[in-house]
Nanobody, 127 residues
Framework: QVQLIESGGGLVQAGGSLRVSCVASGRTSSSYATAWFRQTPGEGGREFVAGISWSGVHTYYADRVKGRFTISRDNAKNTVHLQMNSLKPEDTAVYLC???????????????????WGQGTLVTVSS
């Protein structure tokens, strides 16, 4: 397993941009895929946002963020970023980073496949 810490959340106006980051520590020498989920305050479910393979070549996005969000990774720094543009009030949520062991080309989409989770960082988009 790896340990994950998110950062970069904050308050932004609708139409603005924000980048959240996830730094991993622990067993970072092993191949693992990383994904971002979000959880709306007051609700229990976790919504998949974006995922990226260990190689960084393969990515997958939820329809709601496709074309607005970009996931990337820098394995030399054990960091995954989520660049969020054209933010909407409905993007307001706690953004959680998650990781799971995978082949270098695999993207993990389901929470059950991800065994390491960060505490989350709050993104608030005002209208």
């Amino acid at each position: 397993q790896v340990q994950l810490i998110e950062s970069g959340g904050g308050l932004v106006q609708a139409g603005g941009s924000l980048r959240v980051s996830c730094v991993a520590s622990g067993r970072t020498s092993s191949s693992y895929a990383t994904a971002w989920f979000r959880q709306t305050p007051g609700e229990g479910g976790r919504e998949f946002v974006a995922g990226i393979s260990w190689s960084g070549v393969h990515t997958y996005y939820a329809d709601r963020v496709k074309g607005r969000f970009t996931i990337s990774r820098d394995n030399a720094k054990n960091t995954v970023h989520l660049q969020m543009n054209s933010l909407k009030p409905e993007d307001t949520a706690v953004y959680l980073c998650a990781a799971g062991s995978a082949t270098p080309s695999s993207v993990l989409l389901h929470p059950d496949d991800l065994d390491s989770w960060g505490q989350g960082t709050l993104v608030t988009v005002s209208s």
